[in-house]
């Protein structure tokens, strides 16, 4: 059984900095692709980066120039360092992950970590 453990959020100001972290663990073999996604209150779950294995990044246009994924595959961990926090941010942040393990190909979640902007 693989898990994803998110940690990292809390309560910034406006043009603040936080840096998210998820760690997978577990019977795996290899992680692909990485993802982070968010989810405010009234909204659906937007897709905000992704990762893939090579190392290759793809952001939402909301994000683009403000946050950065990064991933290191030797911990199986994804990052997302996010500058210029806008109130927009705020949202509960989701890691994703598609895990290769003995019983084949698993779509992770971690259970979310809250990232408030607000002053």
């Known amino acids: 059984q693989v898990r994803l453990v998110e940690s990292g959020g809390g309560l910034v100001q406006p043009g603040g900095s936080l840096r998210l972290s998820c760690a997978a663990s577990g019977s795996i073999f290899s992680v692909w692709a990485m993802r982070w996604y968010r989810q405010a209150p009234g909204k659906e779950r937007e897709?905000?980066?992704?990762?893939?294995?090579?190392?290759?990044?793809n952001y939402a246009d909301s994000v683009k120039g403000r946050f950065t994924i990064s991933r290191d595959n030797a911990k199986n961990t994804v990052y997302l360092q996010m500058n210029s926090l806008k109130p927009e941010d705020t949202a509960v942040y989701y890691c994703?992950?598609?895990?290769?393990?003995?019983?084949?190909?698993?779509?992770?979640w971690g259970q979310g970590t809250q990232v408030t902007v607000s002053s």
């Open positions: 897709q905000v980066a992704t990762i893939s294995r090579d190392g290759r990044t």
């Open positions: 994703n992950a598609n895990v290769q393990g003995p019983e084949g190909f698993v779509d992770c």
